[in-house]
């Protein structure tokens, strides 16, 4: 149960897929930043499954579709008023969940991306994959900050916090990695808060990653493409 004032409750929502090597202690992790734990499993071949609801948490089977429609499948299915996603390799911090939802509960955003520009990552350095997503995901954010004037530093981030009816008011469509600048440039065109706060990044711990980084760079793009003309359109139309 986590220890925040009041009546707001946390769902952490886990998008996994052949994650048994550590999909448990993730899991442990997180508990005592949440009232309820929603893994969301892409159709494991390995024990994912069972080794989730073996630490605890609650599982859903997806669509088979991508990262995005699991997330859009979490968000229904959650039974709290704060979504908090995370990834299932152990990249992440499941400490800082409270200052993710703190900026929340406290009125100064309505979604909360944990920034590894700020905080810093073990994974952005060391091979050309890593370099050029260091490379791409800067050129997203900068291309959105210019849009919206903001001064965003890490859109692509999986690792965030966002109110449960602000994320089902989104009406995302993104069903593949793209849902998480989707995410930021349609809240910001809604005109929801986003903030971010400093969380750093480790390297996978066990696995195999499953970012498309070059085989489905097309998607980022076009997604990008998309939401910019949708807002450019809109700003017109007033």
């Known amino acids: ?129 890593n370099y050029l997503r260091m490379v791409g995901g800067g050129l997203i954010t900068l291309i959105i900050n210019l849009r919206y004037k903001t001064q965003l530093t890490d859109v692509l981030n999986g690792f965030r916090a966002i109110k449960r009816d602000v994320f089902l008011s989104l009406k995302l469509t993104a069903n593949d990695f793209d849902i998480e600048h989707e995410m930021i440039i349609t809240c910001l065109r809604m005109g929801f808060k986003v903030r971010e706060t400093a969380s750093h990044e480790y390297e996978r711990k066990w696995g195999k990653s499953k970012l498309p980084t070059f085989r489905k760079t097309h998607i980022f793009l076009w997604r990008l493409f998309l939401g910019i003309t949708h807002a450019i359109e809109r700003t017109q139309c007033r």
């Open 1 to 129: 149960m986590n220890s925040y004032v009041g009546t707001e409750t946390v769902t952490v929502i886990i998008v996994a897929k052949d994650e048994a090597g550590g999909i448990q202690s993730v899991i442990e992790q997180v508990k005592p930043y949440s009232d309820e734990v929603l893994v969301v499993d892409g159709h494991s071949k390995d024990k994912t499954r069972e080794f989730a609801e073996q630490a605890g948490a609650r599982v859903i089977l997806d669509n088979g579709l991508g990262k995005g429609d699991a997330y859009k499948m979490g968000a229904e299915a959650a039974n709290s008023n704060i979504l908090v996603f995370i990834d299932a390799d152990g990249s992440h911090e499941p400490s800082d969940i409270p200052k993710l939802v703190q900026l929340i509960t406290c009125g100064q955003a309505d979604m909360v991306i944990a920034s590894r520009m700020m905080g810093g990552s073990d994974e952005f350095h060391g091979n050309t994959s």
